[in-house]
């Protein structure tokens, strides 16, 4: 079992800047992990994901002022988001997929506001 606690949501105005941190109880070995975000009547969507290959992707929204970064030895994912903007805001949520036991595991997420 992993157990996941988000931190560093909050409200900020547009063009300002937020950094999510996910903190993981333990380390994975093989591994998928994300942030997603879910604004109030849309559905959840991926942001940004990463593997332990390294191969990281972002969804086009946020292209070029998002970036997700993690801290192995704290077992500790991050996402960076600069150039804030409304349609940021939502609930962002990391999430880790375990391959080796199959298992989806989420955090309680973390409120972003962007406005002015």
């Known amino acids: 079992q992993v157990q996941l606690v988000e931190s560093g949501g909050g409200v900020v105005q547009p063009g300002e800047s937020l950094r999510l941190s996910c903190e993981a109880s333990r380390r994975i070995q093989i591994y998928v992990m994300g942030w997603y975000r879910q604004a109030p009547g849309k559905q959840r969507e991926l942001v940004a994901s990463?593997?332990?290959?390294?191969?990281?992707t972002y969804a086009d929204s946020v292209k070029g002022r998002f970036t997700l970064s993690r801290d192995n030895a704290k077992f500790t994912m991050y996402l960076q988001m600069n150039n804030l903007k409304p349609e940021d805001t939502a609930v962002y949520y990391c999430?880790?997929?375990?391959?080796?036991?199959?298992?989806?595991?989420w955090g309680q997420g973390t409120q972003v506001t962007v406005s002015t």
């Open positions: 999430n880790y997929y375990d391959i080796a036991s199959n298992a989806d595991y």
């Open positions: 990463t593997s332990n290959r390294d191969l990281t």
